[in-house]
Structure formats: C-alpha cells, structure tokens
C-alpha cells in the first residue's frame, strides 16, 4: 500500500526511468527495434524493477497513470534518437491487459505520438494474451484501430497464456514473441524444441514474425537459427540499456 501511494509521486517527480533492449535480426546483426522497460529509482529503496511495482499497479488502480507515463516517455526517446542520432528505432511499450478497458487508451496513445512526432509504425504494442481473452469485447475494436493508424502488434509471452490459438483466428499480429520459458532449455529439451519449432512455423502459415526472448547463449541462438528463428531478444545480445548507450551498441555490432 505505501509502495502504490509512492508511485503515483513517482510519476510526477520523474523517479520512473526507462531502460531499452534491443531485439535484433541475427541474420543481419541489425536492430530491428527496442523494447521499452519501466524502472522506478526510489527515494529510499533504491532501484526498483518492474517486478516489484506493476503487479501493485495492476491491483491499485495505477496502472493507467503508468502506462500513460511510459506510451508518453518511449515515444519521446524514439523520435528524439531520430532527431539527435539518426536513430531510426521501433520502440514497443508493454501493455498490461487492463488498460484495454480503459477508455483514454487510444486518445493517450495518438497523443503520445503527436506529441513527440514519431511516426505510428514507428510504436509496437506488446500484448498478453490475456489482453485478448479478459477484455475480449473491448480489445478487439481498440486494436484493430490501432493496427489500422500502423501501430504494430505483438504477442508478449506466447504460449504461456490461455486463448492463443484462437485468438490467432481473429487478429493478424505483426509478430508472436517465443516465451523465454522455452528458450532457455531449448537446447536440451527436446519438449521445449518442439515447441519453439511449432511456434516458428505457425507463425510462418501466419504470415507473422516471431522473436525469441531471453536468449542466454550461443547454443540457444544457433538451435533457434536452425529453425529459421532470425529475431531474437536476450542478454546475449543486449541487456536493457539507458537510452545514450543505444547509439554506442548499434555501431559496435557492425
Ligand atoms: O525488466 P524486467 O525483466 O524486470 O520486466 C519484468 C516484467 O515487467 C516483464 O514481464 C515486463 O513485460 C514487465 N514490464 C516492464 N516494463 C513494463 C511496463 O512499462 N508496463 C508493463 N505493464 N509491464 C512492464
Ligand atoms: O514479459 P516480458 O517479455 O516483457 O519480459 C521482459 C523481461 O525479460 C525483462 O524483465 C527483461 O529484463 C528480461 N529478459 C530479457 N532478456 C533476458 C534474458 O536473456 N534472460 C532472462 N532471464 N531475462 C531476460
Ligand atoms: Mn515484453
Ligand atoms: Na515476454
């Protein structure tokens, strides 16, 4: 309870912070976009990650405030690495699924680009799929608007949720992201394997993308190469980086 009173100070005092990672094309070596993450910089208990604060957000009515605060905070870091570094960037936000129900959801979100500028197909959502199961009725229209402006969508988690498959009857997604749950034993597991390996080419009959999370080392990265899995998100690669170490990580990889 003194942690939910204190977020909403922290929104307004700016002790919120976002750090970026980057997912990568493989192929390439190439950023194809960053995902935002939220981090609270807290008076007295020091660094605070999400874990620790967007489960009360959720409980407490906070939420909406803080996704506000980080649709609004990444879109002005994208077109500010634009402007200032020729950093030409997606940046995806994470959407908790009750902001879905929230009725400024869009208007917050055309706001935050028209306020920095940045160009809609320049933003992805990344959405539970939960999102589409609990506020079915709302996040159907919600989305499809915003697909249609060019805001990209994407499946956070895939396949640890609950209505995947039927989901994927109703919407095109931009892409599905490969849950870290099955990446990291995907080496070893030949349970995990299949799964990945299904997820690649459902997504492929799709005509979606799918990015592997957590990508740890370079025998994840070669089995997930081997099935074709180009789009990968880990710490092999990048951990979540403070928004003047992207350009220096960029001109490194090539
Ligand atoms: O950064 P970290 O690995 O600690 O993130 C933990 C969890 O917090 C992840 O599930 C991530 O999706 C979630 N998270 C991070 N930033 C945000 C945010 O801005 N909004 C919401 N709703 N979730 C976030
Ligand atoms: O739920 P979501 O996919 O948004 O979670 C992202 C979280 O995963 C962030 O907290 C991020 O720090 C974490 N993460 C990113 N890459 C890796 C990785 O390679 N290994 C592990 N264990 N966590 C990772
Ligand atoms: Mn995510
Ligand atoms: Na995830």
């Known amino acids: 309870i003194q942690l939910e009173h ?19 094309d493989t192929a390439t070596m190439s950023v194809v976009g960053v995902e935002a993450l939220v981090r609270w910089q ?14 009360l957000a959720e409980k407490g009515g906070l939420i ?7 649709l609004k905070e990444a879109c002005r870091q994208a077109a500010q690495w634009y402007r200032n570094e020729a950093l030409d960037l997606n ?3 994470n959407m908790s699924p009750t902001v879905f129900a929230h009725e400024e959801l869009e208007q917050a979100i055309e706001a935050a680009l ?3 500028g940045l160009p809609p197909d320049r933003l992805t959502l990344e959405i ?13 229209g919600v989305l499809e608007r915003l697909q249609r402006m060019g805001i990209n969508v994407q499946i956070d988690d895939f396949g640890t949720g609950y209505s995947s498959l039927s989901s994927l009857k109703h919407y095109h997604f931009q892409a599905l992201k490969i849950d870290k749950s099955f990446v990291s034993d995907v080496v070893t597991s030949s349970e995990d394997a299949a799964i990945a390996t299904t997820i690649m080419f459902m997504s492929k009959c ?3 993308e799918a990015i592997a999370e957590g ?3 370079e025998a994840q990265k070669d089995f997930l190469a081997s099935i074709d899995c180009r789009l990968m998100q880990g710490f092999y690669f990048a951990r979540p980086m403070l928004p003047s170490e992207m350009s220096r990580f960029i001109s490194r990889l090539t």
């Open 215 to 217: 990508v740890e080392n």
């Open 206 to 208: 799709l005509d979606m």
């Open 91 to 93: 940046v995806a936000v």
């Open 128 to 140: 539970t799929e939960q999102s589409l199961m609990v506020y079915e009725a709302e996040a159907v």
């Open 42 to 55: 807290h008076p007295h208990l020091g660094e605070l990650g999400p874990g620790s604060f967007v489960p």
């Open 6 to 24: 204190g977020l909403l100070r922290a929104i307004n005092r700016n002790e919120l912070y976002l750090v970026y990672q980057p997912k990568l």
């Open 64 to 70: 909406w405030p803080l996704t506000e605060w980080v």
């Open 114 to 116: 028209h306020d920095s």
